[in-house]
């Protein structure tokens, strides 16, 4: 004969279905996951409409237009985590690049020299941004929107004043050429998909972005500021170091995309990067970021970048017209706007 069930066991059974609610409700409720949907919606559509996109040899050409995405994304969405924009950041992936050449071939320097230098300029640009936002008081859109066309008449101005055209020379024949390419052009195969370097460092920018974010004294900083930069001050966060460290980290990112971009090509066009900026804000949007600041995930920007790169490469494989790819990313944008702004407002709510 069975027993009947005790209050306290309706009771116990009740708040483990509340628990198991809250748990999905949690994970829902992630920066992340309107993004990890968006991949694989994505994803199955091209694989039915697309008949490259089924092939594993394809696999490695998709992630690396995503990685070349996704390797600026990440750092652009710590920043907007924090509250502030960098609309430079993709011509400072093309000063960086220009810089090493124009260094290596204009004064002759070994190559890792003029890589070491580039490095140093990227983090200085970096430096000067975060350090004019914090004594300035404007906008961080108007200061970087500044930097934007500075480096974009230096890259242009420079390289033609040196080459006396818009691209920089070849430097493959210089000492330390052939040692730099083997870590910035370097790739390898798995099987039929070839991976290229960038692949390599998108991933690992990736996992430390979200353990800093996460899991670090400095992430719960990044997530103070933009949730109220004035609260954060008072309870004694470096908001100016803080800051200033995230452009750095955009300047750091940005030299290692530029030296990709430099070693696998041999040289730079000085009319690169431009409108790139964009696309690494609505990577970080598409990914979970809020534009106002407070919320926001290096994963899902890393998830944004996939969709961009996946779409790209699949509107060309199902062979659209490559004009409606832009088209996409002013719906993505609205689309993950509203999705983000109602997640976070339900999360709030909870």
């Known amino acids: 004969m069975s027993t009947p069930a005790t209050s306290s066991d309706s009771s116990s059974a009740a708040d483990d279905r509340v628990e198991n609610r809250h748990v999905l409700a949690r994970y829902l409720s992630r920066p992340e996951i309107g993004s990890l949907f968006g991949v694989l919606a994505i994803a199955l559509f091209f694989l039915i409409v697309a008949e490259p996109f089924r092939h594993m040899a394809n696999t490695g050409t998709i992630l690396y237009q995503a990685a070349t995405i996704g390797i600026m994304a990440v ?4 920043l907007m985590v924090a509250g502030e924009f960098d609309l ?3 011509v400072a992936v093309t000063t960086a690049g220009m810089s090493a050449s124009l260094l290596a071939w204009y004064f002759n320097f070994h190559v890792w020299a003029a890589v070491g230098l580039s490095l140093l300029i990227a983090l200085a640009i970096g430096a000067i941004n975060g350090f004019m936002l914090n004594r300035s008081g404007l906008p961080s859109f108007l200061i970087t929107l500044a930097t934007f066309f500075v480096l974009q008449g230096v890259n242009l101005g420079l390289t033609r004043a040196v080459t006396g055209g818009v691209a920089s ?20 195969s798995i099987g039929p998909v070839n991976i290229k370097i960038p692949i390599i460092f998108w991933i690992i920018l990736t996992v430390i972005a979200a353990f800093v974010l996460l899991r670090t004294k400095i992430g719960n900083w990044i997530f103070a500021i933009g949730d109220d930069e004035k609260a954060a001050r008072a309870v004694g966060v470096p908001v100016w170091k ?7 980290f955009i300047g750091f990112c940005a030299w290692l995309s530029g030296m990709h971009l430099l070693f696998a090509f041999n040289r730079v066009q000085s009319g690169e990067g431009i409108g790139n900026e964009f696309i690494f804000i609505i990577a970080a949007v598409v990914g979970g970021c809020l534009l106002t600041g407070g919320y926001g995930s290096a994963v899902g920007a890393s998830l944004g970048a996939l969709m961009f790169g996946m779409t790209q490469l699949g ?36």
């Open 75 to 78: 750092p652009v969405a710590l």
């Open 88 to 90: 430079s950041a993709g």
């Open 169 to 188: 020379n070849d430097i493959s024949d210089m000492a330390g050429f052939d040692s730099a390419k083997a870590i910035f052009g370097a790739s390898f």
């Open 242 to 248: 803080v800051r200033i460290g995230l452009y750095m």
């Open 315 to 350: 509107i060309n494989y199902a062979g659209w017209n490559p004009d409606w790819f832009k088209a996409f990313l002013g719906v993505m944008l609205l689309a993950a706007t509203l999705l983000n702004t109602f997640v976070k407002r339900k999360a709030d709510s909870r």
